[in-house]
Structure formats: C-alpha cells, structure tokens
C-alpha cells in the first residue's frame, strides 16, 4: 500500500512540475506595430521580411533573386539611417557538399555607451 501512494504521489509531483515548468518558460507576447520605434516590435520585422522576401521564393548565393534582395536589404538600413558593411567570403557547407562565395551584409548599431 506504501508503494502505491509513493507511486501516485510521485506521478502527481511530476505533472504538478510539468506544469509549473510549462508556464514559467513561455516566451513574452510579441509587441505589435503601436510599439515606440525604439523598441522591438515583431510584427514589425515579420511585416519588413515579407516585404524583403516578397517573392516567397528560395534565394540561393549567387541567384538572381538573391542580389535583388540584397539591394531591397540595402535599401532599406539606409533608410533607417544603419551603416552597413558588405563581408565576402568563401564557404562550403558539408550538408550540401557545395562551395560558393558568399556575400554578408553587416548592419552596426552603435551602442549607447564607450563601454567595449
């Protein structure tokens, strides 16, 4: 009979923990576009990356499609005032067993103290 209430209250700690588990690791609600501009807003940056990636199509290096949206990219840290950096470099990615050239765009946002 000791076994039996040891097992049921085992199980009903696990579940108990389970839950508890569950809803103190839930990520923060997304801010939506009413958010200040100084602050993030995902709705935002899912409405910038439909509009960057308009064609809903793959994008490979190299593509056509990928130098038009690397110039909308461009175009658009410009407008929000982001100096930006173009990085090109050769790398090879074994899960598709290719080398290519490929070019980053690196945007820097100062920070806001002269701390390193």
Known sequence: MF???LSVLAIFLTFILFFVQH???QPPTPKGVDTPENEFSAVRAHNMLKSLLRENKPHPVGSDLNKIIK???KKELDKLGIEHQEQKTWACAS???GCAEVENL???IPGKTDLP
């Open 3 to 5: 076994k039996n209430r």
């Open 95 to 97: 899960r598709f067993a």
């Open 71 to 73: 110039e909308r990219l």
């Open 106 to 108: 690196i945007g820097i």
């Open 23 to 25: 809803f103190t690791t």
